[in-house]
């Protein structure tokens, strides 16, 4: 008896077609507000921009966001001057790093999924713009590297989900970074003399995103270079993170690592090269993971949180979410402890939340206090000053149209 296929064939359309109908209809959204509308790029606001941002970091593409930070912030030690500063600040040893590895997330974390006239948007800039403060008055952080390492997000996230993800970002989700990127640029009190359209302005912004990025991939090319503090930098915030596997396994992270960079940075970061065999694994992967999202999987129906969004009620500080193998800020409880990531990390001796007592903070974070130990609860009175002048800001309005700034909103000069 002839099986007959049809139904079969019917069913698997069917469900392609469903997927591709609710696969594209965030992005459709976005546009329709826009070039749908008759509405320009020009017009789109900070609120817009925030609201297309929470999508694209919790709906769409949460994994490229997540991967563009870790890389961008890699690449930070690949400039010298600011692998030099990690090192003479004593914050590039194995001891310190873990801690300000996830200090720096955090911070970042804050800023990016918080809109910018909450409180922990304000707290997160002005904690970072005191942390960085007297090292940029001394010169040991220059205007450049900040917005080179501002620039880095760009570069990343437009990379990694242009050639990795499902879908390409559309010209709208392009101006929303531009735009997130140029408000987080000006409270950190960033100067945009070395982008060559300072003078003009920009159109909107995915002008000002691509113009950034341009910028950034040219500073590297420029000052990248190998040096002992970038090897340093590497041997700390890579090989560590293994240091209690076999060697295999800290040449197989380096090369995986080198694989995601360009040949610039691959080389100033001083990174072998992956090999034949690595790297067709590692794309095959990557296509594969591309095929299965765009052509059968539902899009995803719940927000990927990357921060509580409450405090712990116990001692009314944030947790964080487990993150390798030191487990800064989780609380301790039965599923952080025995859960299957928490059984993983055991197994390739990490740390458990409560292990040496309060050495990784179980009870959360504060943001008016986060940073290296010797700074952790100093600088309050300048942060007061500077949330206090971020709350008195006009952020409505799109930074890219005429006329915008007349009525407060200015490059901010962060008090320190």
């Known amino acids: 008896m002839m099986f007959n296929y049809w139904p079969i064939g019917i069913v698997i ?57 870790t890389i961008s912030l890699l690449k930070a030690g690949g400039i010298p001057t600011m692998s030099k500063l990690f090192a003479v600040t004593g914050q590039n040893t194995r001891k310190n790093a873990g801690k300000r590895a996830v200090d720096t997330e955090i911070l970042l974390r804050e800023v ?54 499902w879908r390409k970002l559309s010209k709208e989700e392009k101006c929303a970074i531009g735009i997130f990127h140029k ?31 341009d910028w950034t991939v040219g500073y590297e090319s420029r000052v990248a270079k190998f040096t002992a503090t970038n090897d340093q930098y590497v041997r700390v915030y890579v090989d560590s993170a293994t240091s209690a596997m076999p ?30 065999l690595l790297r067709a694994t590692i794309s095959s992967i990557k296509v594969l993971r591309k095929m299965l999202l765009r052509y059968l999987t539902f899009p995803r129906l719940h927000p990927a949180k990357a921060l509580h969004e409450e405090p712990n009620p116990k001692t009314g500080l944030f947790n964080f979410f487990a993150s390798g193998l ?26 458990l939340p409560g292990s040496h007592g309060d050495r990784f903070h179980p009870q959360g974070y504060d943001l008016m206090t986060i940073g290296p130990q010797p700074q952790e609860g100093r600088g ?34 962060p008090i320190f």
């Open 183 to 213: 408000a987080l640029g000006e409270d950190l009190g960033i100067p945009w003399t070395s982008l060559p359209s300072h003078q003009q302005g920009w159109e909107d912004g995915a002008h000002f995103a691509s113009e950034l990025r």
């Open 326 to 351: 030191q487990p800064w800020y989780v609380k301790k409880d039965v599923w952080s402890i025995w859960g299957p990531s928490a059984l993983f990390v055991r197994a390739l001796g990490g740390r």
């Open 380 to 413: 309050q009175e300048n942060m007061a000053a500077t949330i206090q002048f971020l709350r008195a800001r006009n952020v409505a309005g799109c930074p890219f149209q005429k006329g915008y700034g007349e009525k407060g909103e200015t490059q901010a000069m």
């Open 112 to 165: 990016h999924h918080n809109g910018r006239d909450t409180d922990r948007y304000m707290k997160a800039v002005a904690r970072m713009n005191y942390l960085h403060a007297r090292y940029r008055k001394a010169g040991k952080i220059l205007d450049d590297d900040m917005l080179h390492t501002l620039g880095s997000g760009v570069v990343e996230v437009f990379r990694i989900v242009d050639g990795e993800e």
């Open 13 to 69: 359309a069917a469900y392609l077609l469903t997927v591709r109908f609710f696969r594209y209809r965030r992005r459709d959204e976005i546009a329709a507000k826009f070039s749908g509308s008759g509405r320009p790029l020009s017009e789109m606001t900070g609120k817009d921009a925030h609201e297309i941002m929470a999508k694209l970091q919790e709906f769409e593409f949460p994994y490229a966001f997540q991967k563009a930070r």
């Open 247 to 276: 060697r295999f396994f800290t040449r197989l992270l380096r090369k995986t690592i080198a694989f995601e960079l360009d040949d610039v940075m691959r080389s100033t970061l001083g990174l072998e090269k992956a090999g034949i």
